[in-house]
């Protein structure tokens, strides 16, 4: 048979080929065929898991934009000092901990 030489950064592979026309039966499963159900699932929902994640995402930022505001605004409100102007009392403020933790 003839030999075949795969590299990458840190390895290297050498395989040889047996034959050319081997069943689809007689093939040993390694764990990386199709048959796989991550593959199976990758293939069939990839597109709406990473369109799900994206959203879910994008809510999650946007509403921890809006709780810090709602936070700093609060502030203002009471009559403490900005945190441009150096003030630090958002720090006592639980809905700008909230909007930072989300």
Do not use: M
């Amino acid at each position: 048979g003839s030999l075949i030489t795969l590299s990458c950064l840190s390895h290297r592979v050498v395989c040889q080929v047996i034959s050319s026309a081997v069943p689809a039966d007689l093939v040993q499963d390694n764990g990386t065929s199709d048959s796989s159900w991550i593959t199976r699932l990758e293939n069939s929902y990839g597109f709406y898991i990473g369109l799900g994640l994206a959203v879910f995402s994008s809510f999650l930022i946007g509403s921890s934009v809006i709780l810090k505001k709602k936070g700093l605004l609060r502030l203002v409100e009471k009559g403490g000092t900005r945190a441009g102007d150096g003030g630090h009392g958002y720090l006592k403020d639980w809905l700008w901990w909230a909007g930072l933790l989300t």
